[in-house]
């Protein structure tokens, strides 16, 4: 019996032999795909004049100050984006009037800001804004929202900035300062209905 034992140890262990043997000598090949390089796009916005953009000292009734800003997408994807006017006051911000139109809608081809502004604007005649922050242009809020102003990469355009004060602001408005800033919120528009 320990011979047949030993015999059927011997057959199983020619047995497994035989089968590792086999499934050692399958054949093989691999291939590899390099190269799956992937980046990001920027948003990047920019303005010119960066500071100081509409600004008039000894303001009397009746005057008016209107100015261009150039809004650039120096960045790799297109953007959306919308302004804020802040405040360090709401009393003279409040009788200020500020208009905003583009540029390129004017009369003349948009090669200068007229201190009339075109039939279509963006943004007027209404406050030049509050201490809380007045939407001036769009809404900061995410995502697609009514007023808000589109760039393709690389692009830029012309707004004119117009602010005045009313030919019947009253005395109460005498000696008063205030600055606004504007604060110009991009992002993608891309996968960002």
């Known amino acids: 019996m320990a011979k047949k034992l030993l015999a059927t140890v011997a057959v199983l262990a020619l047995?497994?032999?035989?089968?590792?043997?086999?499934?050692?000598?399958?054949?093989?090949?691999t291939a590899s795909v390099?190269?799956?390089?992937?980046?990001?796009?920027?948003?990047?916005?920019?303005?010119?004049?960066?500071?100081?953009?509409?600004?008039?000292?000894?303001?009397?009734?009746?005057?008016?100050?209107t100015n261009p800003l150039t809004v650039t997408n120096a960045g790799t994807l297109a953007l959306r984006y919308a302004v804020t006017s802040t405040t360090t006051e709401n009393t003279l911000a409040a009788q200020l009037d500020m208009t905003i139109w583009d540029e390129n809608e004017e009369a003349d081809g948009g090669t200068t800001c007229n201190a009339t502004a075109p039939a279509t604007v963006l943004y007027a005649p209404a406050d030049l804004g509050s201490t809380g922050?007045?939407?001036?242009?769009?809404?900061?809020?995410?995502?697609?929202?009514?007023?808000?102003?589109?760039?393709?990469?690389?692009?830029?355009?012309?707004?004119?900035?117009?602010?005045?004060?009313?030919?019947?602001?009253?005395?109460?408005?005498?000696?008063?300062?205030?600055?606004?800033?504007?604060?110009?919120?991009?992002?993608?528009?891309?996968n960002n209905p």
């Open 133 to 190: 922050g007045t939407n001036v242009i769009g809404n900061p809020a995410q995502g697609s929202q009514a007023g808000d102003r589109t760039l393709n990469a690389a692009a830029s355009e012309v707004l004119c900035v117009k602010v005045s004060l009313p030919s019947s602001t009253g005395n109460t408005f005498q000696g008063l300062t205030s600055t606004a800033t504007f604060a110009f919120q991009a992002e993608q528009t891309s």
């Open 15 to 29: 047995f497994v032999s035989v089968i590792s043997l086999g499934v050692l000598a399958l054949f093989t090949d």
């Open 34 to 65: 390099p190269g799956n390089t992937f980046s990001t796009g920027t948003v990047d916005i920019s303005t010119a004049p960066s500071s100081a953009l509409v600004t008039f000292s000894g303001m009397a009734p009746g005057d008016q100050v």
